[in-house]
């Protein structure tokens, strides 16, 4: 298969990429580098590499920028980041590609743990994935030509907690949050949240 991967030079995407590629061609996609670069807030981006692509199986994101903080401090600007990025970025990846897909694809956005499990500061966060999950489940209901689509929720990952210098003992290693996209893909079923959690 031939298959888009945006966001595949972050910690998920990364290990998404690299799965895949054991089986399938892959397109990497990210905003400063990959083989090609897309801005997610931007439609007209979006569009443009779609057309630079041409026909596809399968696209999964593993990118989207949002706000971490207080409500008290988000500010209009910290809530349209998310919005506009992370949301809406994943929704134009379909809105778009459904018209490049090929017939029987599929397309794999990310949400995560905190739109069923928030925390102080994450009301923005928990928002849009929340947001994301509804979506993916009511456009299943409308996608054309046997096209599927699902939405993997991880958990704090291991590689990224590191980083932050956080306690990683509670994290799900990258490699490991991967399969739930693998299984995405090669699966027969569409509308689903998938809890990454599944394939520790």
């Given at each position: 298969m031939r298959i888009i991967v945006v966001g595949a030079t972050g910690t998920i995407g990364?290990?998404?990429a690299k799965l895949l590629s054991t089986e399938h061609e892959v397109a990497r996609v990210a905003f400063s580098s990959g083989d090609l670069r897309v801005?997610?807030?931007?439609?007209?981006?979006?569009?443009?590499m779609f057309k630079e692509i041409g026909e596809?199986?399968?696209?999964?994101?593993?990118?989207g920028v949002a706000r971490f903080g207080s409500l008290a401090e988000l500010t209009d600007e910290d809530f349209q980041t998310g919005l506009s990025g992370k949301l809406m970025g994943q929704v134009n990846l379909v809105r778009v590609g459904m018209h490049y897909i090929r017939d029987n694809g599929s397309f794999t956005l990310t949400s995560g743990v905190?739109?069923?499990?928030?925390?102080?500061?994450?009301?923005?966060?928990?928002?849009?994935?929340?947001?994301?999950?509804?979506?993916?489940?009511?456009?299943a209901l409308e996608l054309p030509r046997?096209?599927?689509i699902n939405v993997v929720s991880p958990p704090w990952v291991k590689e990224t907690l590191e980083a932050l210098d956080m306690d990683s003992s509670g994290g799900m290693p990258a490699?490991?949050?991967?399969?739930?996209?693998?299984a995405s893909i090669h699966g027969a079923r569409s509308g689903l949240v998938i809890n990454a959690r599944d394939f520790a």
């Open positions: 990364k290990a998404v801005d997610m807030s931007r439609k007209d981006s979006i569009e443009s596809f199986d399968a696209l999964v994101c593993a990118a905190l739109s069923h499990q928030p925390m102080p500061g994450s009301s923005s966060i928990s928002m849009i994935n929340a947001g994301l999950e509804g979506f993916v489940r009511a456009a046997g096209i599927r490699q490991d949050v991967a399969q739930a996209y693998w």
